[in-house]
Nanobody, 123 residues
Framework: VQLQASGGGLVQAGGSLRLSCAAS????????MGWFRQAPGKEREFVAA????????YYADSVKGRFTISRDNAKNTVYLQMNSLKPEDTAVYYC?????????????????WGQGTLVTVSS
């Protein structure tokens, strides 16, 4: 599946952004989807994931309670609603997918990746 992430931008600390990831070329409803992020000089890290039906969601401890992952299988799109943003959330955010019923929280668990969208949170 091909993935296209969008929605990044510059926001002040405490603000909100919603990222979108549009999928094409695959049976989206059979894909587990994840969001990862990579800050300058750091490893890419897990942010959130959602099962193919959408009933199961998983979050990194650093974003739990502030970020919400969701999906609309009719629109072949997964979202990441980010609230109460902090400067340490600044990173390039990537969506990832894999045709699987298993939810993964590691980069190696995903086969398909979007191009990334930059989120910058100013203090």
């Amino acid at each position: 599946v091909q993935l296209q992430a969008s929605g990044g931008g510059l926001v002040q600390a405490g603000g909100s952004l919603r990222l979108s990831c549009a999928a094409s070329g695959g049976t989206f409803s059979r894909y587990v989807m994840g969001w990862f992020r990579q800050a300058p000089g750091k490893e890419r890290e897990f942010v959130a994931a959602i099962s193919w039906i959408g009933g199961n969601t998983y979050y990194a401890d650093s974003v739990k309670g502030r970020f919400t992952i969701s999906r609309d299988n009719a629109k072949n799109t997964v979202y990441l609603q980010m609230n109460s943003l902090k400067p340490e959330d600044t990173a390039v955010y990537y969506c990832a997918g894999r045709r699987s019923s298993v939810v993964y929280s590691t980069t190696s668990g995903y086969y398909d990746w979007g191009q990334g969208t930059l989120v910058t949170v100013s203090s």
